[in-house]
T-cell receptor
Framework: QKEVEQNSGPLSVPEGAIASLNCTYS??????FFWYRQYSGKSPELIMF????GDKEDGRFTAQLNKASQYVSLLIRDSQPSDSATYLC??????????????FGAGTRLAVHP | ETGVTQSPTHLIKTRGQQVTLRCSSQ?????VSWYQQALGQGPQFIFQ???????GRGNFPPRFSGLQFPNYSSELNVNALELDDSALYLC??????????????FGQGTRLTVV
């Protein structure tokens, strides 16, 4: 079992729709969770991070965390063609005094079509 | 812009050679992590430097080594390059000592091709 799993996609949604990206993780000790966006040939760009159960909203993006189910998701409202990219989910075990190792999923490719 | 800069952006090396990649961390950050991203994969953790010391390492052989300088910039060195080392190398800057509740920002990456 991979530590962080994502559906590779592509997830295809029409412009203006809600895109829902999902991620599961295996380590119950994981403390913080990150979503990065990566355009082809570019480096990952941080969208949001979350560490408490529930929802966290930032503009068109909402991250949802359910630690009991070991599940984190990202919703993108009013999807735009410019949102077409690979979305990487990452988790951090968050050992106090330890190191900030991010474990990434392989990413979900999102395609928003006009 | 994240304020994290990497150099060079692209590099071509021959198998068996050695390479040094460089990273300048974001102002106020004391931790630099290095990741390797193969095509179609998520980034894989190589190691991390916190206050000039390596304090975490992923599943990479000893020919991957690094340094962090007093200004928190960092180098990644890879010896005896192999074809499978061809990848995008990413540097991430963060504030350490927070138990993981911190954001990590990536530089633009170095695309290494080994031929």
């Amino acid at each position: 079992q991979k530590e962080v799993e994502q559906n590779s996609g592509p997830l295809s949604v029409p412009e203006g729709a809600i895109a829902s990206l999902n991620c599961t993780y295996s380590d119950r000790g994981s403390q913080s969770f990150f979503w990065y966006r990566q355009y082809s040939g570019k480096s990952p760009e941080l969208i949001m991070f979350i560490y408490s159960n529930g929802d966290k909203e930032d503009g068109r993006f909402t991250a949802q965390l359910n630690k009991a189910s070991q599940y984190v998701s990202l919703l993108i409202r009013d999807s735009q063609p410019s949102d077409s990219a690979t979305y990487l989910c990452a988790v951090n075990r968050g050992i106090v005094g330890g190191y900030n190792k991010l474990i990434f999923g392989a990413g979900t490719r999102l395609a928003v079509h006009p | 812009e994240t304020g994290v800069t990497q150099s060079p952006t692209h590099l071509i090396k021959t198998r068996g050679q050695q390479v040094t990649l460089r990273c300048s961390s974001q102002s106020g950050h004391n931790t630099v992590s290095w990741y390797q991203q193969a095509l179609g994969q998520g980034p894989q953790f190589i190691f991390q430097y916190y206050r000039e010391e390596e304090n975490g390492r992923g599943n990479f052989p000893p020919r991957f080594s690094g340094l962090q300088f007093p200004n928190y910039s960092s180098e990644l060195n890879v010896n005896a390059l192999e074809l499978d080392d061809s990848a995008l190398y990413l540097c991430a800057s963060s504030l350490g000592g927070t138990g993981g509740f911190t954001e990590a920002f990536f530089g633009q990456g170095t695309r290494l091709t080994v031929v």
